[in-house]
Every structure is written in C-alpha cells, then in structure tokens.
C-alpha cells in the first residue's frame, strides 16, 4: 500500500488506530483482562510502516557513499531504540505504573505518526517514486496478465501493453 501512494495516509491511519488501541488496553478494566490478548494481537496489527516507508525512500533522496552512511545510521539507531526503549519503558512501569506507560506510548506513537506524515507531504515524497512506476508500466507483461483496463496482454488490442 504505501509503495502505492497515500504513504502519509497510511501512516496516519495506522498511528491512530495504535494509539487508540494502546489507549484501550491502558484503561482496560481489570475484570475484562481476557480481551487484553486479542485486542493486543489487534493493535499489534496496525504498527506503524514507518521503517519500511524510510528504507524505500532512502533511494529517492540519496545516491552513493551518502545512501550507505545513511542506511548505517539509520540501522545504528535503531538498534539503540531496541537496547533502550524497553529499559525506559521499563522505568516508566516502575514509577508511575503499567498504565501509565501505556498511555505514554500512546501519545508517543501518535505524535510520531503525526510529525512522521507532516515530514512525508513536506518533503514531497507521499506518492510513488516516478522512476519505479515508469520503469513497472515499461516492464512486459506474461501472456494472459490483464492489463489495467481490463483486456488480457495476450491479445494486443488495448496497445497499452
């Protein structure tokens, strides 16, 4: 979907949605604890293509020696946000309380949803990358693959193949 277009959509959609959830199981009531399991599966669902967004960008707005520096510290920082982020979370836990850390993590993954698609539109990257839709519609398609409006490529008669 996002290498598609509406990458900024997408990623908003998702954040709302993972944040709303994570703000439900934060003010989950102790007696329903047993819906805790699968509205975690479903919220989990809807984590943010944030990552998967910036690593398929990187090749729009980078060439050479920078796109390697830029992967490295991308995966640097990363790794640091897996070392780190359970042991602040984890702190959150112990002074203020489980749910306390779920709401914070709520608001964190919407703003960083929110700033995320502000960046996209600014940047002016929300839509696919001209070079690889050009390069797919060139691409020859196997005989018997339906062509966008809908007539098989095998036949020819919609010249669009």
Do not use: K
């Not at 996002?2 to 994570?22: E, I, N």
């Not at 943010?48 to 398929?56: D, F, G, L, T």
């Not at 949803?113 to 990358?129: C, E, I, N, Q």
């Not at 398609?141 to 020819?156: K, L, W």
Request: contains cysteine; glycine residues 10%; hydrophobic residues 50%.
């Amino acid at each position: 979907m996002a290498d598609r277009g509406g990458s900024d959509r997408l990623v908003l959609v998702c954040g709302a949605v993972f944040s709303a959830g994570l703000l439900a199981l934060a003010l989950l009531p102790g007696s329903l604890w047993w819906l805790a399991v699968p509205l975690a599966l479903a919220v989990g669902v809807f984590g943010s293509p944030a990552n998967q967004i910036v690593r398929a960008l990187w090749p729009r707005l980078t060439f050479g020696a920078e796109r390697n520096a830029i992967y490295a510290a991308e995966a640097t920082t990363q790794e640091l946000l897996f070392v780190f982020s359970p042991v602040l979370t984890a702190g959150v836990v112990a002074f203020a309380g489980p749910r306390w850390a779920l709401g914070l993590l709520s608001v964190l993954a919407l703003a960083g949803a929110v700033g995320f698609a502000h960046s996209l539109r600014r940047a002016g990257v929300t839509g696919p990358d001209p070079e690889q839709r050009d390069s797919d519609s060139a691409r020859p398609r196997p005989a018997g693959v339906c062509c966008a409006r809908g007539r098989c490529a095998s036949c020819c008669s919609c010249r669009c193949c």
